[in-house]
């Protein structure tokens, strides 16, 4: 127990579990969570202003000294470190400024940290150097929250890989690829069915096809009002993460104006990939090589098998007005724009980042991403996996990048297996489990 003295007045600091500092004055010994409970106290004994102010340079010079010893931010749980955007950090005024995810029960621990408020304008928790003990305190309570949440996550995604095998996604094929991801776009609405919930995280499926489906992941926490298993809605984030909770029918409304907007004042220019223009035949559109992209336009068929056509002397898929003159079409088409520009934007985001993962492994590595040709095949180490990739060892400085949508399963990082293509799939042998199986019918 560390200790200062002031004048007719001690102050000693308690450890971890105690309270923050004791003041000997007058004969009595006294526990404080913070200064502004002393000051309370000091007011009621009537301590002198030297007492009092003995007692409060001696406390800040305290946890000032501690904090350059021993920093708050080196001392956050494994889920604290591991989660994007949390900081703990000493300012100049010798507050703390402590930046978390919204959970209510991460608000809650923090709201009993003695003088923390939630600074609006430094989206962060402002926290006196003296509430540095209750402080800590209330970190080991978020660090568990975290670790729930980490699990719940889990959790939820097991159980959508679970419904997927058994053949409960509806609309969706026992033996589809699935792509599970927590990422948000500001812009976007997601509607569709919540296939899972648990306290922490619902899972809803966003987009699907008879071999494909997305699902979303969302923070329980973060939604207005609570949704469960089973209901259908639309979920519209903001820019500052707030979500909005609708109908399909609400959404469908709004996603039309919005879509209505940006098609019209992106006719004629090239936007995330993909370039729309009005011609004498219809609308025609030329986009950057993307299978996924191009199936999403494809869509347009159930207005007809010629809906859709590539035109080489117009150079790009051409929509015809015969078609768009249906009803609903236009309206389709302009969603599909919107669609498959957000496609082409995320995957050079995600191809992006996977490079930058293949660098931090190896300088100079070179990454390759396999076409999904019959028969095409890759043996190796599995480097890093991404919401949308698969980062496998290939030789020398080589890298490949496999599509995780087109796995059957998605292996583990560390795993050495055989991933082979055929009919638009890939299956993936663990190669470490039969070269074991081998190496033991050999003996």
């Known amino acids: ?10 102050v000693s600091f308690g450890g971890e579990g105690e309270k923050a500092f004791t003041v ?5 010994e006294n526990a404080f969570d913070s200064l502004a409970e002393f000051q309370e106290f000091a007011k009621e004994a009537k301590l002198s202003a030297a007492a ?6 001696a406390v800040v010079q305290h946890f000032v000294q501690l904090e350059e010893q021993q920093p708050l931010s080196q001392a956050l749980g494994e889920h604290l470190q591991a989660e994007k955007g949390v900081a703990a950090r000493l300012g100049e005024d010798s507050q703390y400024l402590v930046s978390l995810p919204y ?18 304008a430094q989206k962060g928790w402002a926290v006196p150097i003296d509430s540095r003990t209750a402080l800590q305190g209330a970190l080991v309570a978020v660090d568990q929250v975290l670790g729930e949440m980490v699990t719940a996550k889990a959790s939820v995604t097991d159980e959508v ?18 792509r599970v991801t927590g990422f948000h776009r500001s812009d976007w609405i997601y509607t569709g069915a919540i296939v899972a919930a648990n306290a922490h995280f619902i899972a809803q499926l966003a987009e699907h096809e008879k071999e494909n489906a997305t699902i979303v992941l969302h923070r329980a926490a973060d939604l207005p009002e609570q949704v469960f298993k089973g209901d259908k809605v639309a979920l519209a984030y903001d820019s500052n993460g707030k979500v909005q909770v609708m109908t399909p029918e609400q959404a469908q409304a ?9 098609f019209k004042a992106s006719l004629g220019k090239p936007v995330d990939g993909v370039n729309v223009s009005e011609a004498p035949e219809g609308m025609v559109v030329k986009m950057d090589y993307n299978p996924k992209a191009a199936a999403i336009l494809y869509r347009m068929k159930k207005y007809g098998d010629d809906a859709v056509s590539f035109n080489k002397d117009l150079g790009g898929y051409l929509v015809s007005n015969d078609v768009l003159n249906q009803d609903g079409a236009l309206d389709d088409f302009k969603r599909a724009i919107h669609s498959a520009r957000r496609e082409i934007r995320e995957d050079k985001q995600a191809r992006s980042e996977i490079e930058k993962l293949a660098q931090e492994k190896m300088t100079g590595a070179k990454v390759q991403f396999p076409q999904g040709k019959d028969g095409e095949f890759q043996s190796g180490k599995v480097i ?23 796995l059957a399963e998605v292996p583990a990082v560390g795993q050495t297996v055989t991933i082979r293509y055929g009919q638009g799939k890939a299956t993936v042998q663990d190669r470490s ?3 074991e199986k081998s190496a033991s019918l050999s003996r």
């Open 384 to 406: 890093a996996v991404s919401d949308r990739y698969v980062l496998q060892a290939a030789g020398r400085e080589f890298m490949k990048a496999h599509e995780v949508s087109k």
């Open 103 to 120: 959970n209510p029960n991460i608000v809650k621990a923090m709201r009993d940290v003695p003088g923390a408020r939630f600074d609006q």
């Open 161 to 178: 890989h679970r419904l997927a095998k058994e053949g409960q996604l509806p609309g969706v094929s026992p033996d589809a690829a699935i």
């Open 52 to 57: 009092i102010s003995s007692v409060e340079k």
């Open 1 to 10: 127990m560390a200790s200062r003295k002031g004048g007719k007045t001690d």
């Open 24 to 28: 000997n004055a007058k004969g009595q």
């Open 433 to 435: 489990q039969s070269q």
């Open 254 to 262: 709004k996603f039309a104006n919005l879509a209505d907007e940006r």
